[in-house]
């Protein structure tokens, strides 16, 4: 019975200290967690030196530019596009300055296609002409033979239909040929319009800069043309776009193979292509007189199955961050806590990283500073900058 | 002879007694040694167990009670969940047991035969109907997940009607005929001559209920909702924490047995004798 009364009063000092504990447990147990400092990823700028070597471009310009993420779902914009060195070019003003001497070589190459092209033309519809002649002629002598040539008037008639009909002719097709011409000649006929004094650009109705629009809509991302030529309703794109990741300039390679020049009025085709520094692409694509443009401007189809957001450069530690998440906490309250995520650096300034992750981290909050160390998944006080 | 053999008997079961509390004592006394000391004890093949601490830390113990309140809050779920449960088990065997035993019941004897049975059935085997009726009627990640099928085991249904067996059928029908009432029998009569029965069902029941684990692991979802039995098998490699958990673990059952050892065993006894 003594045992018992020990027994009663040992529980009841136990649970008063367990009570008691639980009372002061959320404050003692905030006072042990590592506070820390995060950030919402929404937006900033991001200065870029992207060095621009193309044959219609002055291989010596650098083009530094400043894009802009508002938030995750606007676009990347350029606001001020900073040309050569302590000149800067606001929006829908010139800055490019092309190689003359590469230029005039580019419009001699066009007129020698254009020149060969029509060569081609006119000799296949002379020897068309030639042979359908001669298939009249020699069907007239067998008429007059008798009826002893009428299987060989038969075999004259069906090829000379065949040639009125299908335009093929010594294994070539009048269509190709007039498709080599037509584009030959559009093609001539731009770049002379692009004269000599053009080649320094400053008129909004030649080649300007519009903006550049790195998009991303779901699995699409949209790059609007930097500097655009847009002759009389539309015929020639030349644009510089920044290519954010290898995967995304292959993904661009890979629509061009696929899309090829021939269906162009169903996606844009590019006529031009290639990899500008190492995150820069220049393009130029051409759209057929009568053809429809999409209604979203140029989207190249990445399926990389990643997500760029621009993060502080302060909050990546190599090649992961820390994002605060919440939980459910020990008495059903919900508490912040820490979880790593792996990603790649894509390009950076002294401010901002473009941070590729698996996932997406719009509105996230990132840790940036911290008052001691933590691991991943710790319980963490938020302390907002 | 016989002299010899009742030492020799004598030593073994103090053999037994000594590996059976072993266990205990080793976490009692690593409870107070650090996680560095820890480790290199339990994580090393060719390691001696030692039992005493060197130096003797109660670091463990801060940071299990002040650094950490995921403790404390399961701790009140698992007292919460017992409480509830003993007092639900012990009102719900005194009266079905008392039902049961009167013999005038029709039907008393089959639903004993069926209590027994399912009495017998290992847990394994209720788990699955337990889960859907649960998930069915609403409870699913409730702390009455675990109540419910804890108020209602037949165990204690069976202890009771075996307890009652030694009560004076005389004295009953007396009562009854005095006040016509079997709830006022059962309270003033049966219930006082069952005491023992009922401490004795309540610290079985508050033992199974504070150390279950498949069951809230099945019927809970919320981490938070957890009992200290579940929440002490998640502390992962923290070997400090868990063995300081683990003595916290034991002390209110401790406690509850001395507070109820002589019941207990004068129950189990009587119990005992009757079956």
Known sequence: ?385 | MRKWFGLSVYMMLTVCACLFTLPIILVFCGSFMSQTELKSIYEKADAFVRLIPSPVSTESYYRLLFSNDAYLAAFWNSVLIAVYTVAGQCAVSLVVGFALWQKSIPGSKLMKAVYAFVMLLPFQVTMLPNYMQIRQIGLYNSPWALVLPGMFAPLGVFLMIQFMQGLSNEIIEASLLDTSSPVQVLVYIVGPNVLPAVWALALITFAESWNMVEQPLIMLKDAWRYPLSLRLNQQGEDLAITFAGAVLFMTPVYFLYQMFKDSLLAGIERVGLKT
């Not at chain 1, 219609?56 to 993420?69: F, G, P």
């Not at chain 1, 060195?85 to 829908?92: A, C, G, R």
């Open chain 1, 1 to 385: 019975m003594a045992d018992a009364k020990k027994a009663v009063r040992s529980l009841r000092i136990f649970l008063s200290i367990m009570l008691l504990l639980t009372f002061f447990s959320r404050t003692l147990y905030q006072a042990t967690l590592p506070q820390v400092t995060a950030v919402s990823i929404s937006g900033g700028y991001l200065t870029l030196n992207i060095p621009v070597q193309n044959p219609l471009i002055n291989s010596e310009l650098t083009i530094d530019y400043v894009l802009c993420v508002e938030n995750l779902s606007s676009p990347l914009k350029v606001k001020r596009i900073y040309g050569q060195i302590n000149q800067m070019y606001e929006k829908d003003s010139a800055l490019v300055e092309f190689d003359s001497y590469r230029g005039a070589y580019a419009l001699k190459q066009a007129e020698i296609e254009y020149e060969e092209a029509e060569t081609a033309l006119k000799l296949w519809r002379q020897s068309f002409d030639q042979r359908i002649r001669d298939i009249q002629k020699r069907t007239d002598e067998l008429h007059s033979a008798g009826e002893a040539s009428m299987e060989e008037i038969r075999m004259l008639n069906e090829e000379r239909k065949l040639m009125e009909q299908d335009g093929i002719h010594n294994g070539s097709s009048l269509t190709t040929l007039e498709t080599r011409y037509n584009e030959a000649k559009r093609i001539c006929n731009v770049l002379s319009e692009l004269s000599e004094d053009d080649w320094i650009l400053n008129a909004p109705d030649k080649l300007w800069l519009t903006s550049l629009n790195v998009e991303k809509e779901g699995e699409y991302w949209g790059i609007e043309p930097v500097f655009s030529y847009v002759p009389d309703g539309g015929d020639l794109y030349v644009g510089v776009s920044t290519c954010l990741s290898e995967e995304m300039i292959k993904a661009a390679e890979q629509i061009v193979m696929y899309d090829g020049r021939g269906k162009r009025s169903a996606a844009w085709a590019f006529d031009h292509m290639e990899q500008i520094g190492e995150n820069c692409l220049l393009w130029a694509v051409s759209v057929g007189e009568n053809a429809e443009l999409p209604e979203n401007d140029l989207y190249f189809r990445l399926e990389t199955g990643y997500y760029d957001s621009l993060v502080p450069l302060d909050a990546v530690f190599g090649e992961q961050i820390y994002l605060v998440k919440e939980r459910d906490g020990s008495w059903g309250q919900t508490e912040q806590y820490v979880c790593r995520v792996d990603g790649k650096r894509i390009i950076e300034d002294d401010q901002y990283v473009l941070f590729e992750t698996a996932e997406p981290l719009r509105d996230a909050m990132v840790v940036v500073d911290w008052d001691r160390p933590f691991e991943d998944g710790d319980a963490v006080v938020l302390k907002e900058r």
